[in-house]
Each structure stands twice: as C-alpha cells, then as structure tokens.
C-alpha cells in the first residue's frame, strides 16, 4: 500500500513539473521564443481533412505540431497513414507527448526536432499553422526537397511566391484579415 502511495505521488510530481514547464514555455517566454503557442481552431482542422484524402501509406508532416490535436484528428479520420509532427519548444512538446499517451490507438508520432534540419524528399503532405516568417523561410525548403505531386496546407497564413489550387474561407471563424483561411497548395 505503500509503495501504491509513493508510484502516485512521483507521478503528481513528474506532472507537476511538466505543468510548470508548460506554464513556462506558452506564457513566460523564458526559453527565448517569440512565437506564441496557438491551437488550430477544431472548425480548421475539420475542413482540411474534408478536403484532402490521403492513401494508405502515405505521409503527412506536421511542421510546428504543437499539442497534435492536428494529427489526432487526422489519424482518427485516416487511420492507416504515416503522421509526425515536429515540434521544437518543449512546452507545446511535453504536453503534446502527455496528450497522446491517452489517445494509444492514435497512429502518429510527435518528435522534438527542427523541422528546418529534416528531410522531406518522400513526404506527400505538410500541414503548417506557422507565422508568415517561417512559412517564407520553407520556400526554398518545398522547392528543393518536397517530390512533385506533394500537398503543402497552409492554416491562415498564405505562402505568398505561390499560388494555392484551393483557398477555403472558414464562416464563423475569427475577423482577421486570413484567420480563418486554408490554402492548398501542390508542388
């Protein structure tokens, strides 16, 4: 009985301090970061993957993953693909990695890597919900590297050298200029 109680009280304090470092990383911005964490809305999610379909085997990066609620939702929908997020701000990472251990039947991994150090040459997807800076600075990475064919999405901020083969407005979605705007694009 003991030894229940001690299992216990190190788990409330590993996640303690996991709530600490989140509480750190979104709000104080002690690890040096200037982008805030920001989820994407569940309407956004919902509308990309009614307007993709990948197939069996198939693989989707998520740039900037964040929670995963992106690929959680994905792998519910198309369970038998290959999904990974990237994530480097250990905040939004740990919580994401707390979240998936109550989703086991999920089939997607979240990894604590610059998504700018990855090679991409055999990805047939990219989600990013990133600032425009980032999304400018993975031009020369989609062009360079994504294999032709390949479907990079866009949540709210355009890649503005390219042209989308679909841009979807989101109703009821947050009155800012491309808050609520998916754009789609093929390499």
């Not at 995963?68 to 990695?97: C, D, R, W």
Request: with cysteine; net charge positive; glycine share 4%.
């Amino acid at each position: 009985m003991i030894l229940a109680w001690i299992i216990y009280l190190c788990f409330l304090l590993f996640l303690t301090f996991l709530m600490f470092l989140l509480f750190l990383e979104l709000f104080l911005d002690v690890f040096g970061k200037k982008v805030p964490y920001v989820r994407s809305e569940t309407k956004s999610i919902q509308i990309v993957l009614e307007n993709i379909n990948p197939e069996q085997g198939q693989i989707l990066y998520d740039f900037g993953a964040g929670d995963g609620k992106f690929l959680n939702q994905l792998t519910k929908k198309f369970p038998n693909i290959k999904a990974v997020g990237f994530e480097k701000s250990p905040g939004p990472y740990l919580y994401a990695k707390l979240l998936k251990l109550f989703r086991p039947n999920r089939k997607y991994k979240i990894l604590f890597k610059n998504f700018y150090k990855i090679d991409i040459s055999k990805v047939d997807y990219v989600y990013c919900f990133l600032y425009p800076h980032y999304m400018k600075n993975l031009i020369s990475k989609f062009e360079s590297e994504l294999k032709p064919g390949a479907i990079v999405i866009s949540n709210t901020f355009p890649i503005k050298q390219w042209a989308p083969i679909k841009t979807i407005s989101i109703k009821n979605s947050k009155p800012t200029s491309n808050w609520g705007k998916i754009f789609i694009y093929q390499r």
